[in-house]
């Protein structure tokens, strides 16, 4: 089992900065690929930025592409997304997500954290 808390959220103007943490916990917590999802109420979630195992390879939405970045520390097991230059379009609760590193790429995440909300004011 692997457990995910995410913290950073809060209420910011655009164009201020945020970074989202998301510390994992449990059996395979050192094993992991680490997403950021991003949910508005009563749209689908949305992929914001990918990060391998190593931190070798990242992907990210061009919605966020050149704006936001994703990181990982595994000696503290804790993935992070630095969010700058927001806009009020990236309002949203942005959700931690993992999956065993041996997962194919086009599989789903098989963990979620609680959510964490970002608002960001015009």
């Known amino acids: 089992q692997v457990q995910l808390v995410e913290s950073g959220g809060g209420l910011v103007q655009a164009g201020g900065s945020l970074r989202l943490s998301c510390a994992a916990s449990g059996r395979s917590a050192g094993s992991l690929n680490m997403g950021w999802f991003r949910q508005v109420p009563g749209k689908e979630r949305e992929l914001v930025a990918v990060?391998?195992?190593?931190?070798?390879?990242?992907y990210y939405s061009d919605s966020v592409k050149g704006r936001f970045t994703i990181s990982r520390d595994n000696a503290k097991n804790t993935a992070y997304l630095q969010m700058n230059s927001l806009k009020p379009e990236d309002t949203a609760v942005y959700y931690c997500?993992?999956?065993?590193?041996?997962?194919?790429?086009?599989?789903?995440?098989?963990?979620w954290g609680q959510g964490t909300q970002v608002t960001v004011s015009s």
């Open positions: 997500a993992a999956r065993h590193f041996s997962r194919g790429s086009n599989d789903p995440y098989d963990f």
């Open positions: 990060i391998s195992l190593r931190g070798s390879k990242t």
